[in-house]
């Protein structure tokens, strides 16, 4: 089995970035980014600390950290998109580092971020990461914080072959159903829109949505039965 995790590692996270570093600038606006910042200001929780798996050269986490006055940590595969990164954040005196690394081993401490988002990166990631990347998002995010997810949302889930690189899957679901099924968190927004802009997007396969998924502080309240004695 192709291991996707590994190619980007070795050579398609700098292919990635090489191919659209001109489209990955903290001053060029992106929906999804900007409707992210919009819920998280409205929302009353502290936002002290963002965390983005799959960051690229972090052009979103910058935005997010500049409107927010937040500190980000980012993970991306990219050596380069790394640099480049902490190279615009440096000049830009914000409080973002990247870090070079993938979605399922994150090294940050339990419940140590506010908002951890998956910004376009859970359709790369191999099948078998999935849910041990689900698992380490549950793990970084604190109790009341947020799990913003921005991907695509068809009809229905499949896989493409991915353009770029012989042997890698695009695959393409509503990533939010499967933290949303174990009852650990609460659909706080979602906002349809497409790659074109904002707005529903009636071809199913150009779909995107931004989840914002709110981690349920207490997710098993105690279960009394009906006329019990204390
Ligand atoms: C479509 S880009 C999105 C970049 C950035 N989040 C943005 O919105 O501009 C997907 C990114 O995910 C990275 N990526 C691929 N596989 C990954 C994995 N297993 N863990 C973390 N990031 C991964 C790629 O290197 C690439 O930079």
Redesign the pocket.
Known sequence: MTD??DI?LKS??DG??GR?RAQ?LPDKE?PSTTRLIEFLRETKGPVRHVT?????NG??LLKICTALECEGTG????GE?VADGNRMAAELGQRMTLFR????DLPLPDESSDVLLF???LY???RR?LLP?MGEAYRVLRPGGFLAI?DFDPAQQHRRAYAHHDGLWSYKQDYSRIPLATGLYSLAAKVPMSHAGDGFEADADERVALNILYKEPAPYPMWQAPGAVR
């Open positions: 996707q995790r980007f398609e996270g990635f970035f659209n990955l992106r983005e798996i799959g960051c690229g052009s979103e993970f991306e595969p990219s998109a690394g993938t979605a399922e910004g376009f990166c790369l990631v191999d990461l990347a921005v």
